[in-house]
């Protein structure tokens, strides 16, 4: 039987919302990664202020979570540090495990940290004219290295969930950290 047909669509990339227009609408704020940043004892600090700075936004165009369909995003992360770690995205597992995703640098410069389930850790650059492909099993967290803000597009399997839970649980392996004015991919200790 015939599937009934999608309308074909476009978008415009760039703008305030990398892509336009836009579905959904996500707001990552510090609050909402408290269990990511290595030191939380200085999210901690900041919070108690009252400060609670917008890290990241996605304006998503999301397609019905099957496997026929690819689904659109721009994420937004803002330029700016917990102590000496660059904000970054929460990082996530695909919950299919089979799901792959392509990212394209918009504007800015940061790192893709990649993490298999057995720990073999990659990391690529992103930035303007940079296509990155993450493979199959490998967790993705993107990191803006930058003093302005990054911005990429993702295209990824409709249906490929969020597994965020095993990256509180076990962090990444690596840290991107500022160190004398320039990003270092390191060993987290407390990983
Ligand atoms: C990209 C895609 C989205 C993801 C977003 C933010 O746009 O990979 O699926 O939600 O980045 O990343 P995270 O979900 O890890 O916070
Ligand atoms: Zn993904």
Redesign the pocket.
């Known amino acids: 039987m015939l599937k009934p047909l999608i309308e074909p669509f476009s978008v415009v990339i760039g703008g305030p919302t990398g892509i336009k227009p836009y579905k959904v609408k996500?707001v990552?704020r510090l609050s909402d990664l408290q269990d990511f940043f290595y030191n939380k004892k200085i999210v901690e600090e900041k919070l108690s202020k009252g400060e609670n700075p917008t890290v990241?936004e996605?304006y998503?165009v999301p397609q019905k979570p099957v496997s026929r369909h690819l689904?659109l995003?721009?994420?937004i992360i803002f330029p700016g540090k917990v102590g000496d770690e660059y904000y970054f995205?929460?990082?996530?597992f695909h919950e299919k495990e089979d799901a792959s995703?392509v990212?394209i640098g918009l504007e800015g410069e940061g790192i893709i940290l990649m993490q298999s389930r057995s720990g073999e850790v990659r990391h690529l650059k992103i930035e303007p004219n940079v296509a990155v492909y993450i493979p199959p099993g490998f967790a993705?967290?993107?990191i803006n290295v930058g003093s302005s803000k990054l911005v990429?597009l993702?295209i990824?399997p409709s249906d490929?969930g969020?597994d965020?839970g095993s990256i509180v649980e076990t962090g990444f392996a690596k840290l991107v950290l500022e160190r004398e004015g320039r990003p270092v991919v390191v060993d987290n200790p407390t990983a």
Not at 89 to 92: P, S, Y
């Open positions: 996500l990552r990241y996605v998503e689904s995003a721009a994420t995205t929460k990082g996530h995703e990212y993705h967290r993107t990429f993702a990824y490929a969020h965020y």
